[in-house]
């Protein structure tokens, strides 16, 4: 924190006890601004046709840590949202684009399903495909 004193800027004294707001060591909490642009990473992702492993690669972190951003998790440094924004060919505006509802509908049916397959017998998801593929062939 800086006191301003004329034309110069002068430190507080280090004697001082840091406040809340003072303190950097602490980590800031991810956001909803966090989670929204791990919802777009992972849209743009999508709609390159990349896995995870892909443009984790591209971007030199694990799937893991992608998983988390994508997720919102952990926050997205700016370096690294560069980075994604150039391997998607995005410009880094698009990742703070706020979808409508309709996307938001869309993007929390998604997720149900992707929940639901994962709890469903060899039979049924097969039963499924076939239904997928009769409503949107190939």
């Known amino acids: 924190m800086y006191r301003h004193a004329g034309n110069f800027q002068t430190m507080k004294t280090l004697s001082s ?11 800031r909490q991810v956001s909803a601004l966090d989670r929204l642009i791990g919802q777009q990473v992972r849209s743009f992702r999508e709609a390159k046709g990349l896995s995870q492993q892909d443009l984790a690669g591209q971007c030199g972190v694990s799937f893991q840590q992608l998983q988390k951003y994508e997720r919102g ?4 440094p700016a370096a690294r ?3 994604l924004a ?3 060919d995005r410009p880094i505006a698009a990742f703070f684009n706020t979808p409508d509802e309709a996307q938001v509908m ?3 049916l998604q997720d149900r399903l992707r929940t639901a ?3 469903l017998d060899t039979r049924t998801l097969q039963v499924l ?4 593929d009769r409503l949107h062939p190939a």
């Open 117 to 119: 397959i994962v709890e």
């Open 129 to 132: 495909v076939d239904l997928v």
């Open 17 to 27: 006890p840091p406040t809340s707001h003072d303190d950097i060591s602490q980590p």
């Open 86 to 88: 150039s391997s998607l």
């Open 106 to 108: 869309h993007a929390a």
């Open 73 to 76: 998790v952990n926050r997205l």
């Open 81 to 83: 949202l560069h980075q």
